[in-house]
């Protein structure tokens, strides 16, 4: 096993271990058809959601209170540390891919997009990723 | 049914790629559906609607123009190719998307041709002019 390997694996038994987060983590792709996108009215929009393996580290930093009739919700923006065996360079690249949170029942808590990704790299291999990211829907 | 100031802004996107079918252009706005929808896009024209004031007779939405491009030869044929769109008319017919197919509200989307100006803006990373542009119409 290649040293690089060799740290992911730990990398991922950490994340494991320490489980640094109350929610459950996934990518979700959205695909966009029909419609006219120049003005922002998209005919359909479909979701795909995979829950992240290992789970990421979620660091909240909230910098806003808004409320609702019923509830306060904090404006935050994150700082996640993610292995590259669950978050790929094309995958934080992508355009079309942003993060969302939910509690274990698979209710939807939060959306975030990516606004920037830093890659940790020991011999010339991604051993793991600091993402930052922003909170854009509240459920 | 959309409002007036909505159908201003569909129009005036669609005034602009429509007539610029060889320039990107790119709405600024906040989409949840669309994480990249309110970065700025590179080698592309990038319009973001700010302040809206409304009147009696006649309202204005505010269109900021952002033309971005890693060459600046380009950049420079962007701005000549908006220039020369904003100086071939002053108004366009304002039409109502809130369908596919859009239709006439009988007014019209209008601009100070003689005031269109382009401002360059100083980065390092492309090279940027900036244009604000009021765009007038009858909100009732």
Known sequence: MSLASAVISKVNSALTTVKATDRVVCKRLLSRGGGDPLIGRVGSVVVTDTVLNPQPAVFRQPVEITTSQTSRSSVSTYSIIASPDSLSESDLSNKDIILVFKNNAGTLLEEVFINSFVPYVIDGTVVGWKITARSVVRG | ?140
């Open chain 2, 1 to 140: 049914v959309d409002s007036r100031v909505q159908s201003a802004r569909d129009t005036f996107l669609h005034f602009l790629a429509d007539n610029l079918t060889s320039v990107t252009i790119h709405p600024r706005r906040r989409d949840a559906n669309d994480p990249s929808a309110d970065e700025l896009a590179e080698n592309a024209v990038n319009v973001e609607f700010t302040g809206v004031s409304f009147g009696p007779d006649i309202s204005e939405q505010q269109a900021a123009i952002d033309v971005i491009y890693t060459d600046e030869r380009t950049a420079v044929d962007t701005v000549a190719q908006l220039w020369n769109l904003f100086q071939s008319a002053y108004y366009t017919p304002l039409l109502n998307y809130t369908t596919l197919t859009p239709v006439a509200t009988g007014t019209n989307l209008m601009w100070d041709k003689t005031a269109v100006r382009f401002r360059r803006v100083y980065s390092g990373d492309y090279t940027h002019y900036t244009c604000l542009l009021p765009l007038k119409f009858r909100a009732v």
